[in-house]
């Protein structure tokens, strides 16, 4: 007998509609191991381009190679959702359209272009993804805004971070599978990256103007005492 309510896709809820719905051409190992490659590559390059610059400390070589992996990873890979309206209809096994359609297993809101999300990774590809790698120059070549800059991208990170969280949780989590490597991992885990690590940067730039400042201030007052 043939059930004609079953669902066509992978994702949840299992009635949401997604006409031509094409499943995933590459294997979820393959997409693990071309990211986390190109992640190595962009992080060990960026890392050695820091070596040059002697003032850095490492905790700063460190922050230039977050900032270069993410700006990459906001402006390529989410810049794609944003711009492939059906990647789940894609039959070319194209590998951005493939990561999208195994993700959208942890919040099919990227599969069905729920208003938010779009919006939310628009602002998320094409402000902080091409903000993070003028963040790099301004760290590589110790620019006086470089503090203030990585507040405000970091900011903006975490901002949409928990909007993402919390419109989920308000919606019942009704978008992702129920299993570990969907909702735990890829959806808890993996976003939490960007709310820890960005919280990080803030507390560095937070104590880099801190003692600026504080410096200032002493030197001030030791002049008028003078």
Known sequence: MTLTNSPVHPYFPIDLHLPDYVPLQAHFS????????????????????????KHLTTVE????C??????????????WVVAKADFYKDTSGNYLSDTWKE????????????SFII??????????????PLLVYAIFNAKPWRYTLMVIVSVGQIYGDVLYYGTCYLEG???SRPELLYFWIYFVIVNAIWIVVPGLCILHAWRKVSG???????????????
């Open 30 to 53: 393959y997409i693990l191991g071309v990211f986390t490659a190109a992640v190595a590559i962009v992080f060990a390059i960026t890392w050695k381009l820091s070596a040059r610059h």
């Open 61 to 64: 070589r460190v922050i230039a």
């Open 66 to 79: 977050w900032f270069m992996v993410t700006g990459l990873i906001h402006f390529v890979i989410e810049g």
């Open 103 to 114: 993700y959208s297993k942890a919040d099919s809101r990227y599969a069905s272009r729920d």
């Open 119 to 132: 919006s939310m990774e628009a602002i998320t590809a094409f402000l902080w993804g091409p903000l993070c």
């Open 173 to 175: 989590f009704v978008h």
């Open 212 to 226: 600026a400042v504080a410096a200032s201030s002493s030197g001030r007052g030791k002049a008028k005492r003078g």
